[in-house]
DNA sequence: CTGAAAGCGCTAACAC
DNA sequence: GTGTTAGCGCTTTCAG
């Protein structure tokens, strides 16, 4: 395969004004240039990225973590990640850990030994081992939720909090009173603790029901396990003639998904019988009929902050920041009152 | 940031003793063998995967580029196709192009430039100078469908007139009569030829019509634009009270979700006045409600099919092949009989 | 079993 | 404006 000093041969040029054409450095005479470029064609020369990136001692690449790439919302925020990168001439390296710690520290491994200028690790998955190889080579990173800012890591909080509230308040001002919470667990091989988002998620609905309970709320947690959809079926396997309920909260959309499909099954209408909120607000809300209520996570908001921490760490030397990132509750078709309890299917057997 | 010179000077040893052992080549004393890893551990040493790759002269990686990473189907074809290449210690690139032709090329280009040992395109649209580049690089590859074996480009011909046949074969034998065919096109910059599958999959749509002409059936085609969902809507807007039909072929699933939602915005239920079928099965079908019946294409299969092309390509030389990937049809509940005309709400407006 | 040293292909001073 | 050349960090013969 054609090298630059092929291509230099070729042209009766340096190697160093190759690379001058090729990386549009410096100043070069266009008559130079013209010969340069046609003998690129000639050759079909593609510069080695490896040897240009040894050359160069460091990148202009991001490395981006995530959880499960068959979850559209991991795609959206891929892409949006992606094109702010693009937008400040940094390209992304993506991989895709579908919740395994192992793969999550290989990835982290993987995109040292790529010397990525920084990496985004927005995986629902964590590994202690993570922060001490980012520690260990001073990698400026973001992580989604796990807050410990330091002078290269940032963190991004997402108002779980705030996002479950307004999805429990709005439920309850339509006269829910007994809501069930259906999370899902994507692998029980490891430790609860490992699924951080997922903690977090709980966390914020129990405290949205104290304080709702003087109102008289109730609620139940149910939880399935396996990937979203599967798990979200399995929760409601349990739940269903176990737990009364007029109204479920999905920790994610792929889990309404599965909670959607096992309500009909079931002949429980939503909304009419069960009211159903989901959370990520992707794409696919919109589109399943009826259309579901979610809490959303601003995407292209999030991609601006996370390139945003990682830039300003590499090129400015900013330390890590503690960021947090709004959540709203967008209203669909799936919400509704309750039906009054004279009128409903008893949801026991 | 260390490198593997720090590591050899504080285990007293040469370079090329530490890349024995970090490599697990050839063999080293057990008692060098530990000094090295403890200095490793020490210096928290991560090899250069760009010096690496550049002294080996060949990588153990294989290119993916894909159209849509927000299509679940294509991260499952990701999925099989990665797990595929792990078996046989590959790592796999991935690129998606977002239906962009220029991304396509930039991505091809950045796979090469990274010494790939072969590339995959599975993506929907395709560009001249892709084959162009590849060629003159001598780069393994293999497409999906088209058509042009070489010594080194290996196509895989995804069976889409059986899997089409199947369903109009399905659908007509339930006695409907009327078919609605629902195409999507990605991006209107581009000329449609781009789309090679979507080109494909009409094709094979018309000649199964053609084949239960005689027996009275009638088909229809209509088209929208942008991705899949919003181009299901269009078309059915375009569609509904102009064009008469009890059932409905999507192009492909996320088209489907697209049809399925606007046609229950106009009342009209699934599957009682419209059948609807799929195309590829994702993993959604079967959590929508009702369950999309759909063409399956095997995506396993497929990562096998890849990988294996590409391996003994590299490995062995062999030439490429032409392979054909069957299909079948997944009947789930959005397909029924027709309802008799007298009772049949009129699908005009 | 281990070390010395010659590249791999490119970049970036620096000299002309 | 262009050429010379010393690395970048690792792998891999080839001796020892």
């Known amino acids: 395969m054609a090298n630059i000093a092929d291509v230099a041969k070729r042209a009766r040029v340096s190697t160093a004004t190759v690379s001058a054409v090729v990386n549009e450095r410096g100043t070069v005479e266009s008559g130079t240039r013209r010969r340069v470029l046609d003998a690129i064609q000639k050759l079909n020369y593609q510069p080695n990225l490896y040897a240009a990136n040894l050359a160069r001692g ?53 995109m040292i030994g790529m010397r990525v200028a920084g990496v985004a690790i927005m995986s629902t998955e964590m590994d202690p081992r993570v922060l001490e190889m980012l520690c260990a080579h001073r990698m400026p990173a973001v992580f989604e939720d796990v807050g410990t800012v330091s002078e290269t890591v940032s963190n991004i909080r997402i108002d779980y909090e705030g996002g479950i509230f307004k999805a429990v308040k709005y439920l309850f001002d339509l006269g829910h009173r007994r809501i069930l919470f259906v999370r899902s667990y994507p692998d029980t091989r490891q430790d609860e603790s490992a699924f951080l988002s997922i903690c977090m998620r709980t966390q914020a609905f129990q405290k949205a029901m104290q304080q709702f309970k003087p109102g008289g709320l109730e609620a139940a947690i149910v939880t399935g396990s396996g990937p979203g959809p599967k798990a979200g079926q399995q929760a409601m396997q349990k739940a269903l003639g176990h737990v009364d309920f007029t109204a479920v909260i999905a920790i994610a959309d792929p889990v309404a998904l599965g909670v959607f499909r096992s309500l009909w099954a079931h002949g429980i209408a939503i909304p009419r019988d069960v009211s159903l909120v989901g959370f990520d607000n992707s794409y696919l809300c919109e589109y399943l009929y009826p259309s579901l209520t979610s809490v959303n996570i601003p995407r292209q908001r999030l991609g601006q902050m996370v390139v945003d921490c990682l830039v300003r760490n590499v090129e400015n030397q900013e330390p890590g920041r503690e960021l947090e990132l709004e959540t709203e509750l967008i209203v669909r078709e799936s919400t509704a009152p309750p039906r009054p309890a004279r009128n409903r299917r008893n949801a026991r057997l």
């Open 58 to 110: 460091k990148t202009r690449a991001l490395g981006l973590v995530l959880s499960d790439i068959m979850n559209p919302f991991f795609g959206e925020i891929a892409l949006a990640i992606r094109q702010e990168a693009q937008a400040r001439r940094y390209e992304v390296l993506l991989a895709s850990t579908q919740f395994s710690k192992a793969e999550l520290v290989s990835a982290i491994r993987r």
